[in-house]
């Protein structure tokens, strides 16, 4: 995108034809409508940027198939030059020529042909440059069929268009769609343009429009078009003192039949325009953030760097991009449709006046004729940025050009108003609909972005305080670490050989989040079937289980335009979260994960764990879809995004914290039903508050020793990072299957053994770590501290007196397990009882030479609402190595 500077947003409306009702494809579900076709097929119009271009921002879907499209606009234009009367030099019809062609040739490499060409869709800007502009309308609207009207103006069409005559779908006596138009289409509508600017008037405008198509048609038997043009409306004398150059320009672009007619690419580069072409240099794509060449290449600095510093009441909102300005506007109380209503585009009307015509015998009507509001209204109406500049009037320069050099974050350190720094503490929600702090966020993001992945760091450490919505795709690739040429790589794969896995993606995306108007579109349905394909293909010792299209959702949505981006990121997520969750034979992966989601239900809320597992309501009931897509099957995406732009932060243990705080937010329900009640209650699953889900999964995440998720089957140790690697700045801990194995790490362990166990087991390296063991003489004994200075952690060792006085942890507490549980099951109390009572609430370590002991302990410790309870992972024996183990003093 490109920075809005002189130009303004503009806003037009037509209506995509309506469909039948109680028509359905050839699958059995309703026809998409029409409306929804065009709104996918615009998307790619936003990608296209060209200085000869007005650019697409946005189109909104409002009711009764309305479109409502925003572009770059400007109030000049070729309509301009008519109105004057007066003929143009022929120097200014060159130009206007050449960068014409130049928009119409960047155009057509897209694979894309205006047809709309007409004085008022050919725009100037401040410098007298030329902007095509509405050149997506034909693209859209798949060559005029999802609409009532005909694209272009007959006018200016050229003869092979006007003899195909027009379409429309539904028309029962159209058997076939017209070829669409090409390239040479808008080769006879620029030079009827130019011919109008070297006359200084119209042509072809007074005339009947039947008589007008007759004459037309008729100028295939003239050897000269352009004489007889000049002679049917007076102005022969002004073309005999056109140039020669000019001339031989109209001639050629008016050539009646197109085999002979030139292209918009061979005309510029024809004679009659190589004087005009050396004043222009060739346009060069800016690289884009992932690609192999250097994005700093066709960076241009001043002579004087001094220039750069000067501050002029420079408008810092007009060097923005266009779609940040209008994302901005929208915060700040735009609304398209009132705009529209205010210029009266958009009427409304009572029922009554919008019943159809009726006709009597004698041929009388009463009615309503045809409203024209239905075709398309050619009125663009400029939206007014007064209200988005006077909401920003207060925000400082600096906001606009962040300093990132000492890599903390800009909100605390900005020099903006106080209302910013604050705005950090309030809810998510309307911090996104705060147009001063998404400024200021879109605005650092879009500066560290463009710095990535050197500064890959400050992008984690500012996504821990939000994402900007409309960065969200971007940031997302970033968090995951997606780097180098994706294109390339997204190229080189086999989109198009059937393969097997086909039948069930096409029976998938049609019930993927189709309540999304851009994912049901069918270009939507298109770019799901290559990602996923894609996805498939590449990784062949893989398969496709049902949900791999929902967890690819997200990803398409925030990259839509860009399907290499969204392939790249859900490649670099399914390692990272789902590891060999996809394979041909993933249930003991599965079965390993829901034992260890159980263990920390039953670490954080034994309580409901208990009741669970009493009505037999266990995970593999409800939680499998939860996990296999995280969480994207069961939650909406707007949700989605909140929640992944917390767990693309967190390692691959975080999502068992989201399943445990989902479900209590549903405790009470949960503990107050039985088996058949929970079923019906995730069948459809009620409303979850994700903000509250989110913080309470970090409570969670905070709460749970990093050796208590560890998994066999989780993704292999990577090689350690640098300074720049995202473990040094991670939101969260790293990965416990990312450390290095030491002799007091965990051990796996067998599927039926893990099973076996009711709390998780944590390794010894852990325990010292939570303890702040690093020797006897740094320990305090429980009873010593103050309360602010409370362990996080008790250490409870269940072996027998004797083995307890021969060596034991710094601060344990002894409660042998012979003499701790009476014939109920109840813990007896005595004083160390009393003690553990008293640390209820905080991690509690059962130690043990003997591991059955200790699991069944901390099962009985579970059946009675003890929470964060765990069990050390090989016992006392993993301790003595470590010196730490201390005996009592003996008493004088």
Known sequence: MHPLKDAQLGAFTFFASSLPHDVCGSNGLPLTPNSIKILGRFQILKTITHPRLCQYVDISRGKHERLVVVAEHYESGLKDFQKRGNPVSPEKVLQIAYEALEGLEFMNKHGMVHRALAPHNV??????????????????????????????????????????????????????????????????????LLLELCVGRHLLQSIDISERLKFILTLGCMDDII????????????????????????????????????????????????????????????????????????????????????????????????????????????????????????????????????????????????????????????????????????????????????????????????????????????????????????????????????????????????????LRGLAWAALLGVEGDIQAKYDGIDKDTPIPTDRQIEVDIPRCHQYDELLSSPQGHVKFRRVLKAWVVSHPDLVYWQGLDSLCAPFLYLNFNNEALAYACMSAFIP?????FFLKDNSHVIQEYLTVFSQMTAFHDPELSNHLNEIGFIPDLYAIPWFLTMFTHVFPLHKIFHLWDTLLLGNSSFPFCIGVAILQQLRDRLLANGFNECILLFSDLPEIDIERCVRESINLFCWTPKSATYRQHAQPPKAPTDNNGFSKCSYFSPDYQDLPKTDRSREPLKLSDLKGEVSPRISAEDLIDLCELSGPSHFKTPTKRTKSSKPKILALDIRSSDDFNRGHIPGSINIPYSTAFGPDGELVQCAASSTLQSFRGRVIVVISHVMKSAGTFTAHLVKANYPRVCILDGGINKMKPTGLLTVPSPQI
């Open 576 to 580: 990272k979260y789902l590891y060999n």
């Open 123 to 192: 725009l100037m800007d401040c410098k007298g440059n030329v902007k095509l502009a509405k050149f997506g309308l034909y693209h859209m609207t798949d060559h005029g069929a999802d609409v009532d009207f005909p694209i272009g103006y007959p006018s200016y069409l050229a003869p092979e268009v006007i003899a195909q005559g027009s379409f429309h779908p539904n028309d029962p006596s159209h058997r076939e769609a017209p070829l669409s138009s090409g390239p040479k289409t808008d080769v006879w509508s620029l030079g009827l």
């Open 227 to 470: 004489t007889v043009l000049a002679e049917e409306h007076g102005c022969l004398e002004r073309v005999k003192e056109l140039p020669e150059n000019v001339l031989a320009l109209l001639r050629k672009c008016l050539t009646f039949n197109p085999s002979k007619r030139p292209t918009p690419a061979e005309l510029l580069r024809d004679a009659v325009l190589e004087g005009v072409s050396r004043l222009y240099t060739p346009f060069l794509k800016p690289v884009g953030l992932f690609s192999s060449s250097l994005r700093c290449a066709q960076l241009e600095l001043p002579d004087d760097i001094s220039e750069l510093c000067k501050d002029d009441g420079e408008d810092y909102l007009a060097e923005r991009s266009i779609d940040e300005v209008y994302y901005l506007w929208c915060l700040a109380g735009g609304d398209l449709e009132k705009e529209l209503t205010n210029k009266g585009i958009i009427q409304s009307k009572p029922p009554v006046c919008t019943l159809p015509n009726f006709l009597l015998e004698d041929g009388e009507s009463f009615g309503q004729g045809r409203d024209r509001s239905f075709l398309l209204d050619d009125t663009t109406v400029t939206l007014s940025l007064c209200q988005l500049k006077n909401r920003l009037k207060d925000v400082a320069g600096e906001v606009y050009y962040p300093l990132l050099e000492d890599e903390q974050s800009s909100l605390t350190h900005s020099n903006s108003s106080n209302e910013l720094s604050a705005a950090v503490t309030l809810p998510l929600i309307i911090r996104e609909r705060d147009t001063e702090y998404q400024l200021l966020r879109i605005v650092l993001f879009d500066r560290l972005l463009q710095a990535y992945p050197f500064k890959k760091n400050q992008v984690w450490r500012e996504a821990r305080v939000d994402i900007p919505p409309l």
